[in-house]
C-alpha cells in the first residue's frame, strides 16, 4: 500500500513472527472430536502425580487449537464436589458411552487409561488415528518393576491396535521399546516426538490462588524442601540431601529441611544404618522425613523455602516449572533448563551446593530477572505458543 502524507507505517517488533495458529471459527458440533482417555480425575488425584495434569493440560491445548477434546473415563465422577473446580466443565464420556452413541472421532489418544484393542479396531474403522502417549520413563518403570516389585501388576501397556507411538522428547530413548512392544513398526511415520507443554492454570486454579515466595524474615529458619517420590532412582531425594549436608557442615547454623515422601526411605534398615545416621543434619535433629505434600500446601505453609530437586532421565518436570512460576528458588539439574533458576550438572553434590548458595545471595534481589527466566521458560512450553500449536497439529493430522 502507497504511503500517504500523515500516514504513519509500523515499524515491526522484535516478535513480530508470532502469529496465531490459523484456525477457522467453528460451531462445537461442527468441530474435530480428540477423544483422550484417563482415569477419572479427582481432588485426591490431581496432585498424585503429574500424569492427570498432563491430561487436563493437553485438554486445554486441543481446545485452544480449534479441536472438541473430550476426556474418556472408566467412570464418571458422582459427586461434583469431589471435581476440583477447574475441571466442572470439561467435556466427559466413559466408554460405554461412546459404544453405545457412536461419533465421528478425528483422535482417539490413551494417555492415563487404556481400553480393550476391539475398541480401538472400532475407532479406527471408522477412520480416527489411534494413537498411544507415553509421557512417563517407561523403560526404566518396566525395568524396575519385575526385578524389585515381584507381585505388582499394573496395565499401563494392553496391546493392539494402535496406528502410532508418541512420547514426550525427553523419553525419545524408549521410544523403539514403546512401538515393539505394542506391534507398531519402529519407523519415523509411526513412532512420533510430542511437544512438552505446561501450563500453571492448575497451580493457581485458574488464577483464584496466586502461590508466590517471599524473602524469610528476620525471625523465620532458613527452609529447605526436597519433594522427589523416592519410588525409584529415577527421582529420589538422596543428592539433594547431600547437598544440604554438605552446605550445612560447611556453615553450620540453624535451618529446617523437610524430605516429603521420606517415610518409605525411614522404612529401609539400609538407609537408617547407612546415610540417615551419619548426616549432621540428623545429629543436630535439621532435617525432618514426612509423608507426601502437595506442592500448593508447600508454598502456602513455607512461603520462604527453597526447593531443592534432583532427577536422572526425567529432566522434564512439573515441580520445578511450578516452583518457577510461583517465584521460588529451586535448584535442579535439568540440562534443558540449565538457562533458568539455580542449576548443577548431573549428580554433583558441589555444584548443587554452589547453586545453593548462588540462590541463597542473589535470588532476594533478583526477583524480576528470575520471573523474566520462569516467563520464558512457560512460553517455551506454553499450550498457546504458535510454535507448539504447529507441531502439535502435524501429529494430529
Given at each position: 500500500m502507497d504511503i500517504l502524507p500523515g500516514m504513519n507505517e509500523c515499524e515491526k517488533g522484535p516478535s513480530d513472527a508470532c502469529r496465531v495458529l490459523a484456525v477457522p471459527w467453528q460451531p462445537l458440533q461442527s468441530k474435530k472430536i480428540i477423544l483422550l482417555a484417563?482415569?477419572?480425575?479427582?481432588?485426591?488425584?490431581?496432585?498424585?502425580?503429574?500424569?492427570?495434569?498432563?491430561?487436563?493440560?493437553?485438554?486445554?491445548?486441543?481446545?485452544?487449537?480449534?479441536?472438541?477434546?473430550?476426556?474418556?473415563?472408566?467412570?464418571?465422577?458422582?459427586?461434583i464436589n469431589n471435581v476440583p473446580p477447574i475441571l466442572r466443565h470439561v467435556r466427559m464420556i466413559t466408554v460405554e458411552d461412546v459404544v453405545r452413541s457412536?461419533?465421528?472421532?478425528?483422535?482417539?489418544?490413551?494417555?492415563?487409561?487404556?481400553i480393550d484393542p476391539s475398541l480401538r479396531r472400532l475407532f479406527r474403522t471408522t477412520g480416527a488415528k489411534v494413537a498411544k502417549l507415553y509421557l512417563g520413563n517407561i523403560l526404566n518403570i518396566d525395568i524396575e518393576t519385575p526385578m524389585f516389585?515381584?507381585?505388582?501388576?499394573?496395565?499401563?501397556?494392553?496391546?493392539?491396535?494402535?496406528?502410532?507411538?508418541?512420547v514426550s522428547p525427553h523419553y525419545k530413548q524408549h521410544q523403539e521399546y514403546a512401538a515393539i512392544l505394542n506391534h507398531v513398526e519402529p519407523i519415523p511415520e509411526c513412532m512420533k516426538i510430542a511437544p512438552y507443554v505446561w501450563d500453571p492454570c492448575i497451580l493457581t486454579m485458574d488464577g483464584t490462588r496466586k502461590p508466590q515466595w517471599r524473602p524469610r524474615k528476620s525471625d523465620e529458619t532458613e527452609m529447605y524442601v526436597?519433594?522427589?517420590?523416592?519410588?525409584?532412582?529415577?527421582?529420589?531425594a538422596l543428592i539433594p540431601i547431600m547437598i544440604l549436608?554438605?552446605?550445612?557442615?560447611?556453615?553450620?547454623?540453624?535451618?529446617?529441611v523437610l524430605?516429603?515422601?521420606?517415610?518409605?526411605?525411614?522404612?529401609?534398615?539400609?538407609?537408617i544404618e547407612t546415610v540417615f545416621q551419619n548426616l549432621e543434619l540428623v545429629k543436630d535433629n535439621r532435617i525432618t522425613f514426612s509423608g507426601?505434600?502437595?506442592?500448593?500446601?508447600?508454598m502456602r505453609d513455607h512461603p520462604h523455602a527453597t526447593a531443592i530437586c534432583h532427577q536422572w532421565n526425567n529432566q522434564y518436570n512439573y515441580m520445578i516449572l511450578e516452583y518457577l512460576h510461583a517465584g521460588f528458588p529451586v535448584i535442579h539439574n535439568a540440562p534443558d533448563w540449565s538457562d533458568i533458576g539455580y542449576f548443577y550438572e548431573g549428580h554433583s553434590v558441589?555444584?548443587?551446593?554452589?547453586?545453593?548458595?548462588?540462590?541463597?545471595?542473589?535470588?532476594?534481589?533478583?526477583?524480576?530477572?528470575?520471573?523474566?527466566?520462569a516467563e520464558t521458560l512457560k512460553w517455551r512450553h506454553s499450550i498457546y505458543n504458535p510454535d507448539v500449536q504447529k507441531a502439535w497439529q502435524e501429529l494430529l493430522v
Open positions: 484417563t482415569a477419572t480425575i479427582n481432588d485426591g488425584s490431581l496432585f498424585v502425580n503429574g500424569l492427570f495434569q498432563n491430561v487436563f493440560i493437553l485438554y486445554k491445548l486441543f481446545d485452544s487449537m480449534g479441536y472438541a477434546p473430550i476426556l474418556v473415563v472408566n467412570d464418571k465422577p458422582k459427586d457412536p461419533m465421528s472421532i478425528h483422535v482417539y489418544l490413551e494417555i492415563g487409561m487404556s516389585y515381584t507381585g505388582m501388576h499394573f496395565a499401563h501397556h494392553i496391546v493392539g491396535e494402535i496406528d502410532e507411538i508418541w526436597i519433594l522427589e517420590p523416592n519410588i525409584s532412582f529415577q527421582k529420589c549436608e554438605r552446605n550445612y557442615r560447611m556453615n553450620k547454623r540453624p535451618i529446617e524430605v516429603g515422601n521420606g517415610e518409605r526411605l525411614m522404612k529401609n534398615p539400609f538407609f507426601r505434600h502437595d506442592i500448593p500446601s508447600i558441589s555444584g548443587g551446593s554452589a547453586a545453593l548458595m548462588k540462590a541463597k545471595i542473589h535470588h532476594g534481589d533478583n526477583s524480576e530477572r528470575y520471573k523474566s527466566f
